[in-house]
């Protein structure tokens, strides 16, 4: 999606983290290098966490991120859980900064899904989903139960003329993003096809996830 912006712009977009609870945005920004963003280590102390357990992890780890803050006064906050998963670089970068780097957020803990033993996180498939061409920005993933097995399913909108198209070249596309999301993921997952406009909308926060393993 940046370099899409970049080139239509013709623009240099640099990404940024914050959130509400500590800031806002200016916890961490790219530099021009953008190899992670650089987290402002004078008003933060970051750590990362395995978010199951609390225990902090070594160097490079990817956990949860925690905050603590320096430099807020009327609301300060001791080790908050942000809830975002990723991991820290702190080797100098190319720009000069010695902060640490924040690379960029792989998902939730509190969206972590658990598939055959493997953690999977709905922003790993989006982003897969977002590099088809043919695949729209809407997608539904359904977690069922065969006996012992976890069964995911991956509904995703398509272009109309994928949708319409004869079956040979839907079967071939259906393998296609299979084949890609268990290179990425590691697990299986089933890939449905549905019309535009067919998923449901929903004000604010979409839901993404029916997780019908738990009924």
Known sequence: MRKEIESRL???ATDNYGLSEIIGPGVAGDCE?????????DAFIPEIINPDTGEVLPRGSVGELVLTTLTKEAFPMIRY??????SLEYEKCDCGRTLA?????MGRSDD??????????????????FA?????????LVLEREGDTDVLIVRIE?????FFDEMKRQKSFVEQVERKLHSVLGVSASV????????????????????NRKR
Do not use: W
């Open 101 to 105: 780097r924040m690379m960029k957020t």
């Open 112 to 129: 972590m899904l658990i598939i055959k033993g493997v953690n999977v996180f709905p922003s790993q498939i989006e982003e897969i989903l």
């Open 81 to 86: 859980r942000t809830r975002d998963i990723t």
């Open 10 to 12: 013709c623009i240099s």
């Open 158 to 162: 398509v272009t109309e003329n994928i």
């Open 192 to 211: 449905k096809l549905v019309e535009p406009s067919s998923l449901p909308r929903h004000e604010g926060k979409a839901v993404r996830v029916i997780d």
């Open 33 to 41: 290098c953008k190899r992670g963003m650089h987290l402002f280590e």
């Open 132 to 140: 088809i061409e043919g695949c729209e920005p809407h997608y539904q």
